[in-house]
């Protein structure tokens, strides 16, 4: 059977100029997957320059308020006075607090959408198995 399609085989005539329209074909798809990868490449770099942008600029704006609130606040020495020190440190701690609580909220809610999202994933998994 193997004989029959091989003499089969070679007694097609192979048109002219296939081997040159391949070769330009493939050279094409290469040059497809070169640019592909270059716009990859530059994707990435932009995604590392914005994210470095952003970061500086938080740290230019904080910088940029801290040394205002210095300026306003004259820079009082709460070490001196126990009751204004305790005040301080008390406000500080409930800042901290309300943020922590607030971002912790903020994971539950990430953690039960991510939860039904892979209950979801895995009822479809099982349904196509």
């Known amino acids: ?13 192979i048109p002219e ?19 592909a990868q270059h716009r990859i490449r530059r994707s990435r770099a932009l995604r590392y320059m914005a994210a470095a942008a952003c970061v500086a600029l938080v740290v230019g704006v ?18 001196q006075n126990p009751a204004l020190a305790q005040q301080q440190a008390e406000r500080a701690l409930n800042l901290l607090a309300y943020n922590l609580n607030k971002g912790m909220g903020q994971m539950e809610k990430a ?19």
């Open 111 to 129: 953690k039960a959408l991510s939860d039904k999202t892979e209950q979801s994933l895995n009822e479809q998994l099982k349904e196509l198995k």
């Open 17 to 35: 100029g296939l081997e040159e329209r391949l070769s330009a074909k493939i050279d094409k798809w290469e040059q497809r997957e070169k640019k």
């Open 62 to 79: 904080g910088l940029h308020l801290r040394g205002l609130d210095e300026k306003e606040s004259g820079a009082q020495d709460t070490y």
């Open 1 to 13: 059977m193997d004989e029959l399609n091989l003499n089969a085989l070679e007694q097609i005539p």
